[in-house]
């Protein structure tokens, strides 16, 4: 990857954290300013659930420490390793005091609201020994109330991904496709094509929530665009190999959905994911450029029912590292396009 914008922007990020550093204090626990925290929750009168407000203070130590863990990672990329070492310290610190100020030892997290959830476990400020329990809790929060969200714009971005790395990628495709309020198909009932700033913009009735701040074109709870294509397009990059040397094509249907197909200009040339499933078949097309490699994850599959171009898998030269885990089939492909196909019957 290009290092560059790291080395440009090194000093600044180190501010930042040193701004943070010091409006928290001692504890460690940043208290006492103005943010807007988890802008345009789920709002609403009735008085047995007042909302789902969660503390600023919260969600501001909770991004310090996210924030530090940040930095520390970009110090070790740039070899400034003695930096590294402090921003790592710095960040089990500030882990440890969010626990003491946040977290009991029943794993409930904060004011118990699905962003309180969602900033613990995707910024992991939990120990390993509660993160099952938080998101156990998540989801039930979630299913009382009728598999509808009620994150803000802190934690809309990484509501489902929390969902799927802890195994419950059924809760996050419930999610996407819920079609009432609040939720991201609403707006579509209501006639929308772009995405708007509140859950609620316009009312069943046509009238609008808020005449005075109310916009139609507003892009924050488009975050959820980022786990479609991971998830359920399946194109993802690889950490290890930035800018997409290498790719994860992973995808995992669910919801009902039978087709999804994403295509992205990486600086290597055009990669691509396109999936389709019927009762019988699991269809997968990839294409990756020039000088790139992929780990490529065929669902629900076994190796001896795989075919690439009607080629056993196995037996396809580009196809290496034919592997079995989980259920699921994986592979290793060079530059190409394949056609991957997967017997279901």
Do not use: C
């Not at 076994?302 to 089939?329: C, F, H, L, M, Y």
Request: aromatic share 12%; charged share 25%.
């Amino acid at each position: 990857g290009d290092e560059r914008i790291l080395e440009a922007q090194y000093d600044s990020m180190r501010a930042w954290v040193a701004f943070m550093r010091e409006r928290a204090g001692e504890d460690l626990v940043w208290t006492g300013d103005f943010h807007f925290g988890d802008w345009l929750a789920y709002a609403t009168t009735d008085p047995a659930y007042p909302g789902a407000t969660t503390g600023t203070d919260g969600i501001a130590t909770a991004f310090f420490a996210h924030s530090t863990g940040l930095l520390a990672k970009m110090a070790r990329i740039l070899g400034r390793h003695d930096d590294a070492r402090r921003y790592d310290t710095l960040r089990e610190r500030i882990v440890a005091a969010y626990r003491h100020e946040f977290v009991t030892e029943t794993g409930r997290v904060a004011e118990n609201t699905q962003t309180a959830y969602v900033l613990a476990l995707h910024f992991d400020l939990l120990p390993e020994s509660l993160r099952a329990e938080a998101a156990r809790r998540l989801v039930a929060d979630i299913r009382v109330r009728e598999n509808h969200l009620t994150t803000g714009f802190l934690g809309t971005p990484y509501l489902l991904h929390v969902l799927t790395r802890f195994g419950y990628v059924d809760v996050a495709y419930d999610l996407l496709l819920q079609d009432t309020y609040p939720s991201w198909l609403y707006p579509v009932t209501q006639g929308a094509t772009t995405i708007w700033e509140r859950w609620d913009g316009q009312r069943p009735d046509g009238s609008f929530q808020d005449p005075g701040m109310n916009s139609f074109n507003h892009y924050a709870y488009g975050a959820v665009g980022d786990w479609m294509y991971q998830v359920v397009a399946g194109l993802d990059a690889d950490p290890e190999a930035p800018g997409y040397r290498h790719a994860r094509i992973q995808p995992q249907p669910g919801g009902g959905l039978t087709y999804a197909k994403v295509a992205l200009e990486t600086m290597y040339g055009r990669t691509e994911s396109d999936w389709e499933l019927t009762d019988s078949q699991f269809v997968l097309r990839v294409v990756m450029p020039p000088n790139t490699t992929a780990t490529v994850r065929i669902p629900e599959a076994v190796a001896s029912r795989v075919t690439e171009n009607e080629i056993p898998v196995a037996q396809v030269e580009g196809v290496t590292n034919v592997n079995e885990e989980d259920g699921d089939v994986v592979v290793e492909i060079g530059s190409g396009t394949y056609l991957f196909v997967a017997d279901r019957r």
